[in-house]
Nanobody
Framework: QVQLVESGGGSVQAGASLRLSCVAS????????MGWFRQAPGKEREFVAH????????SYTDSVKGRFTISRDNAKNTVYLQMNSLKPEDTAVYYC???????????????????WGQGTQVTVAS
């Protein structure tokens, strides 16, 4: 299984930007779809973004479209989440995750992902 380590979180003011990184070890990510999820206190883990392994096709939850960008550098075995125009409602722990080779149903379903990082906290003050 791949090990994932996120970094780049922090505490910022509304309107600021952060770039999260997710470095993988244990296997190459070049053939693996990747995702970012987030979990706010008292809420369920929710889908944020997804990127396919080869053509890097991106998908986003509606609330972050136009503000967040997921990207990948397969040479560095790293996935990124660029977050611009941050809002207080973006406050959460952000998790990087690798998709299962065979997915059942929607990419937004956490059960379609197997390895998860430990998470990185993002706090946005108003």
């Amino acid at each position: 299984q791949v090990q994932l380590v996120e970094s780049g979180g922090g505490s910022v003011q509304a309107g600021a930007s952060l770039r999260l990184s997710c470095v993988a070890s244990g296997r190459t990510l070049s053939g693996v779809a990747m995702g970012w999820f987030r979990q706010a206190p008292g809420k369920e883990r929710e889908f944020v973004a997804h990127i396919t392994p080869t053509r890097s096709i991106q998908s986003y939850t509606d609330s972050v479209k136009g503000r967040f960008t997921i990207s990948r550098d397969n040479a560095k075995n790293t996935v990124y989440l660029q977050m611009n125009s941050l809002k207080p409602e973006d406050t959460a722990v952000y998790y990087c995750t690798s998709a299962k080779s065979v997915m059942t149903g929607n990419i937004r379903f956490p059960g379609n992902y197997d390895s998860w990082g430990q998470g990185t906290q993002v706090t946005v003050a108003s």
